[in-house]
């Protein structure tokens, strides 16, 4: 366990660079920071970046910092440019294992720190900053495992990718790009991402037929349930992907309304007896809202990124057999009246849309 000491925080003065610490500190591996002059704001400024990004990092102030320095048990490390040199003085840190305290000041730190502590050890011979004194030590003391820290249970999830970010907030309904940004996250291949925005098109299209005949419609979830109703396919081609992404997205917290469509497209809908059929975790997999058949039956008349229309989804359907068949027509109907008019006649929205 690795804890950070700040010591001489001025609330005024060093608010922002104090946070600065709060967060490197969390970013590159340690597990907490005790600070010796209170400061509520921070405090509850560095709680509110753990709860929305996640981990278990805790911060405290307004601790007594003498009584800290002389109870804690393991290794000592006061920061200073004043110290011994870094490459000189990890390998016994690190040979000596256990928990460590690294001490970072922001004013003059006094003398006794100096001598209490176990290493004084200067990153550079040059006066900088505690922020990159504290992030190189930390990277140097843990290796590269920082980069592959898990800050799991926070309200926010991030996807890193080479343009910028993607941040997801579980609950919500994850628009265009952010569905886009998950697809590429779990490895969905370029063809199946064509697929996914050719549903998208004319579910989408489906939806606003179906809002102007009265029928509620919930356009923002019609549109990450038809980009992300393959995500599974990053994993397998076969049947389970709806459940294999189903899942994966359950478990990103997305909201619960899109991870059923996504569950529940195949085909015109599984029963419980094809679920188990087909070695998935029995349940009934029938689309049931509006926007899980809209989803399920876009998906149906598309084939691969073009109009594939109800013959050959009838066609497909009949290969699994008469149920199955029948079915496909019963939810083809349903739609149809949803969207009152015949289905057939979309194809321009996907050839020309
Ligand atoms: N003037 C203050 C003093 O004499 O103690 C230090 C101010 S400095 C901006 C704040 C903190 O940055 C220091 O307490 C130390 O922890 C860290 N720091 C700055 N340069 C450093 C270096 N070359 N190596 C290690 N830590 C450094």
Redesign the pocket.
């Known amino acids: 366990m690795i804890t950070v000491l700040r010591?001489?925080h001025r609330p005024q003065r060093d608010k922002r660079i104090t946070t600065h610490v709060a967060l490197t500190a969390r970013n590159f591996g340690a597990h907490a920071i005790l600070i010796g002059t209170e400061d509520r704001e921070l405090e509850s400024g560095v709680k509110s970046v753990v709860e929305r990004f996640g981990g278990d990092f805790t911060i405290k102030t307004g601790i007594n910092w003498r009584q800290t320095l002389k109870n804690f048990q393991g290794i000592k490390v006061?920061?200073?440019?004043?110290?011994q040199q870094l490459s000189d003085a990890l390998p016994e840190i690190k040979e000596r294992g256990g928990d460590v305290l690294v001490?970072?000041?922001?004013?003059?730190?006094p003398r006794e720190v100096y001598e209490t502590a176990d290493f004084n050890?200067?990153?550079?011979?040059?006066?900088?900053?505690?922020v990159?004194?504290?992030a190189i030590?930390l990277d140097r003391l843990t290796g590269d495992k920082w980069e592959t820290g898990e800050f799991s249970g926070g309200k926010l999830r991030i996807i890193p990718d080479g343009r910028g970010k993607t941040v997801i907030t579980p609950g919500k309904i994850p628009n265009y790009g952010e569905c886009l940004a998950l697809l590429e996250q779990e490895n969905v291949p370029d063809d199946v991402i064509e697929h996914v925005k050719t549903v998208e098109r004319l579910a989408t299209h489906m939806g606003e037929l179906a809002r102007r005949n009265a029928y509620k419609a919930d356009a923002d979830l019609i549109t990450a349930g038809a980009l992300l109703h393959d995500i599974g396919r990053g994993t397998t081609q076969g049947i389970k992907h709806a459940a294999v992404g189903a899942e994966k997205l359950e478990a990103m917290g997305i909201d619960e309304r899109v991870v059923r469509i996504v569950e529940r497209h195949i085909g015109a809908g599984l029963d419980r007896e094809d679920a188990k059929k087909f070695g998935l975790p029995v349940k009934d997999y029938t689309p049931e809202t509006l926007e899980e058949k809209i989803v399920a039956h876009a998906d149906n008349l598309i084939s691969g990124s073009g109009w594939g229309g109800i013959e050959a989804a009838l066609e497909r359907a009949r290969g699994h057999g008469e149920k199955e068949f029948e079915k496909m027509l019963v939810l083809h109907k349903k739609v149809g009246e949803i969207c009152a008019l015949d289905l057939d006649t979309l194809r321009w929205v996907v050839e020309d849309g």
């Open positions: 010591l001489g006061h920061l200073s440019m004043y110290g001490i970072v000041g922001a004013e003059k730190v050890v200067a990153v550079g011979s040059q006066p900088h900053s505690e990159a004194a504290l030590f």
